[in-house]
């Protein structure tokens, strides 16, 4: 039997369909004046891939003609026409041909509404797109194509007007409210458009950004992509030469220390709460573009993550439990795990997120045992819905930071096994005055009887190998650096190594993780290991 939600959502659908797709509300749009080319040019200011762009030229494929697989793990790039970008970083006269070909073919073969590619959020980040390219391929534009553009344009921007005032929230929100801004500047009812996003963007920043500048989700990814359209609202307003709301403005200063925040020496993200990698070449132009000159945090008491670094050694820690319901759409369970990099290397790193569009990936990534932490009888800290979210959840997370003798310490305690199986875990962390060491102790306030598993899990860069029947590990770097890795107590000659897997940048590769797994016999039992830097010969 079908959930009450998934019944009203079909309902919703059934309703939608026949209202917007009718000819009736077709006239509807088609109502009013028609302006003949766009009455401001709006630049993008970020950069392309012309790789990416070549292959998107030389590609035989249409628009529509990819399979159901691939279509699902590209089709808000597909809906939004985002290659644009990359065609534009080719810049040939036949690049410009390729985006004129893709918007005509998206105009011949989606112009009647669509569920997908008419949702807010899809159509907004579209008309901004369309709209913030025009100069780069308006010269090999037909007189009959910017006359089919503009009606388009028109058309989408007022069922975007009608369908804008929903609480969207994230990264659709936002893309929706680009829309209303970028259309009303540059095409029609500019006056209703941008009253309109404003209104909403006032709302949306107020719910949503929080009091240390972090993103409510809790993914340093989405944070990093709010913030990309948060920069191109100012730059759009600044083009008009209107002002700037201040919320905007000081969203944008509070966003860019927890984005340095999450960033590891290789210059991509922490792999927290659904968040890969991202790619380095926007990071540093958000940062550039920004013109915020901001400290790097050490801690976001709100959003719930603390940064400690020694020497070249960087250590990021969840000390949060899940975001709230709405924005937990593709949190993970991974309560209390951490990353570990050295330089420009990450040594120890979480999972990462799934493919997009496949619930499987999602679950296996977002599951406790997917993240350097603690598991209790194989089960995870929180409940992973299906179709994403967060069911059960803690209801206590607790942690403080201190530092003794030359030691940064983090302690964190969640509840999230209690209502099962009546425990309580608590992490403490300590990163050594140089760096060179990495300290952990994993506490189970539980019945005895209790089965545990705390995991490493290694990037895929780094070789591992156990040594001394199971009593550590040696893990070595792609420079050269050797760390090991040492359990003490009960479990201290009981490491395993096994397969693991990491998907940073959206393609899964192979790679390994340390483990130990054991049972309590003890109440509080204690867990207590090292990651330290092998010395060299000459004792360097």
């Not at 369908?163 to 209703?192: F, P, R």
């Not at 009253?195 to 240390?212: F, H, M, P, V, Y």
């Not at 899940?322 to 420009?344: I, N, W």
């Amino acid at each position: 039997m079908e959930s009450p939600a998934k019944l009203l959502h079909q309902i919703k659908r059934r309703v939608q369909s026949v209202t917007y797709g009718s000819p009736i509300y077709r006239m509807m749009l088609d109502q009013g004046p028609l302006p003949e080319r766009l009455r401001l040019s709006v630049p993008d200011i970020w950069p392309g891939d012309a790789k990416q762009g070549q292959t998107l030229i030389a590609s035989p494929l249409g628009l529509f003609d990819l399979d159901e697989t691939l279509r699902s793990e590209h089709k808000r790039r597909l809906l939004t026409h985002d290659g644009l970008r990359d065609l534009r970083a080719v810049g040939s006269e036949m690049a410009r041909r390729k985006c004129v070909s893709l918007i005509h073919e998206w105009i011949e073969d989606q112009e009647p509404w669509d569920e997908d590619s008419w949702a807010p959020g899809i159509l907004g980040a579209r008309l901004a797109n369309w709209i913030a390219f025009y100069d780069f391929y308006g010269s090999a534009a037909s007189h009959d194509f910017t006359k089919s553009l503009i009606l388009n344009l028109v058309r989408q921007l007022r069922h975007l007007q009608y369908t804008s005032q929903a609480n969207l929230i994230g990264v659709d929100g936002l893309w929706a409210i680009k829309g209303l801004i970028y259309g009303g500047l540059c095409v029609t009812d500019g006056e209703k458009s941008l009253s309109l996003a404003l209104d909403l963007l006032k709302r949306q920043l107020d719910a949503e950004i929080l009091t240390d500048g972090g993103h409510i989700s809790r993914n340093p990814q989405l944070h990093a992509d709010l913030l990309r359209v948060l920069i191109d609202l100012r730059t759009a307003l600044t083009a008009a030469k209107l002002e700037v709301p201040h919320e905007l403005s000081l969203s944008i200063a509070r966003m860019i220390p927890v984005l340095k925040l999450f960033r590891h020496g290789d210059g991509g993200l922490a792999l927290f709460n659904g968040a890969q990698e991202a790619s380095v070449l926007h990071l540093d132009a958000t940062l550039t573009l920004s013109q915020v000159k901001g400290r790097i945090l050490k801690r976001l008491p709100h959003m719930g993550y603390e940064r400690m670094t020694a020497g070249r050694s960087l250590l990021l820690v969840d000390v949060s439990g899940p975001p709230p319901r709405g924005y937990d759409q593709a949190a993970h369970a991974g309560l209390m795990s951490f990353e570990f990099s050295v330089g420009k290397e990450r040594i120890l790193t979480n999972c990462g997120a799934g493919l997009e569009g496949d619930p499987a990936w999602h679950l296996a990534m977002a599951s406790t045992a997917a993240h350097n932490t603690m598991t209790l009888s194989d089960t995870n800290a929180c409940e992973l819905l299906p179709d994403g979210g967060i069911g059960h959840r803690p209801r206590d997370v607790v942690t403080q930071r201190y530092e003794q003798e030359g030691v940064q310490f983090i302690e964190v305690f969640h509840d999230g096994y209690m209502p099962k199986h009546k425990v309580g875990l608590q992490r403490i962390l300590g990163l050594a005055e140089e760096g060179d060491e990495l300290r952990g102790r994993e506490v189970l306030a539980a019945p005895i009887g209790k089965d545990f598993t705390v995991r490493w899990h290694i990037h895929p860069d780094v070789s591992v190998m156990l040594a001394h029947g199971g009593a550590s590990a040696l893990l070595r770097t792609l420079s050269g650096a050797g760390w090991r890795l040492r359990v003490y107590g009960p479990c201290g000659g009981d490491l395993a190594l096994e397969t693991s897997v990491y998907c940073g940048k959206g393609v899964p590769r192979r790679t390994l993780q340390l483990r130990v797994s054991g049972r309590t016999i003890e109440n509080p039992m204690f867990i207590e290991w090292t990651l330290t830097r092998e010395k060299t010969k000459k004792g360097k």
